[in-house]
């Protein structure tokens, strides 16, 4: 069974930086896309950043271009997403999920598996 458990979110204040993991299990993730999302109160789940298999390509939502970094490590079977220089607007659950098929892509539904998520919150 496709597991993904996200953990590393918590409170910081503005200016401040987090590290997100995403542990995969339950099959080889090593040839599929991952990606990031997030889910502010009262909004709709956004895309933030997505990679590639290989850790070749990546992808940024742009209103976290220039301060997150997506990376993986697909010996472990995982994928990180720093944040750097955080912001109020970044408070929202963060998801992991994984594609099945190649290629980067942006909206929920192209994703086929979701983690739990976990809570980011920025002060001000």
């Known amino acids: 069974q496709v597991q993904l458990v996200e953990s590393g979110g918590g409170l910081v204040q503005a200016g401040g930086s987090l590290r997100l993991s995403c542990a995969a299990s339950?099959?080889?993730?090593?040839?599929?896309?991952m990606g990031w999302f997030r889910q502010a109160p009262g909004k709709e789940r956004e895309f933030v950043a997505a990679i590639a298999w290989n850790g070749d390509s990546t992808f940024y939502a742009n209103s976290v271009k220039g301060r997150f970094i997506i990376s993986r490590d697909n010996a472990k079977n995982t994928v990180d997403l720093q944040m750097n220089s955080l912001k109020p607007d970044d408070t929202a659950v963060y998801y992991c999920?994984?594609?099945?098929?190649?290629?980067?892509?942006?909206?929920?539904?192209?994703?086929?598996?979701w983690g739990q998520g976990t809570q980011v919150t920025v002060s001000s």
């Open positions: 339950g099959r080889t993730f090593s040839s599929n896309a």
């Open positions: 999920a994984v594609r099945f098929s190649a290629g980067l892509r942006v909206r929920v539904g192209e994703y086929d598996h």
